[in-house]
Nanobody
Framework: QVQLVESGGGLGQAGGSLRLSCAVSGRTFSSYAMAWFCQAPGKEREFVATISWSGGSTYYADSVKGRFTISRDDAKNTVYLQMNGLKPEDTAVYYC??????????????????WGQGTQVTVSS
């Protein structure tokens, strides 16, 4: 069983930075494609960024391209989301997700097999 635990959320200021982490249990972390999604109140969960199982490829939603960076450290079984240039519209619960490596990139929630519990990010103007 794979478990994902996010951390690093909190209150940020517009133009500032936050770094989210997602610790993944299990010995096959390097086999999974990883992603971050976000869900604002009253909205559906939406794709933010994904990184391939090798870490060699990344893909971003247009809304965060150039501001957010996804990365992974297989030695630590951890995936990160560096959030720079924060905007109030980035306010949401951020979820980490893991997917079996059959194709990539995956941007739909149903394509992911495991989810974390989420971490709240609030950006003040």
């Amino acid at each position: 069983q794979v478990q994902l635990v996010e951390s690093g959320g909190g209150l940020g200021q517009a133009g500032g930075s936050l770094r989210l982490s997602c610790a993944v249990s299990g010995r096959t972390f390097s086999s999974y494609a990883m992603a971050w999604f976000c869900q604002a109140p009253g909205k559906e969960r939406e794709f933010v960024a994904t990184i391939s199982w090798s870490g060699g490829s990344t893909y971003y939603a247009d809304s965060v391209k150039g501001r957010f960076t996804i990365s992974r450290d297989d030695a630590k079984n951890t995936v990160y989301l560096q959030m720079n240039g924060l905007k109030p519209e980035d306010t949401a619960v951020y979820y980490c997700a893991a997917a079996y490596p059959n194709h990539w990139p995956k941007v739909r929630t149903y394509e992911y097999n495991y989810w974390g519990q989420g971490t709240q990010v609030t950006v003040s103007s």
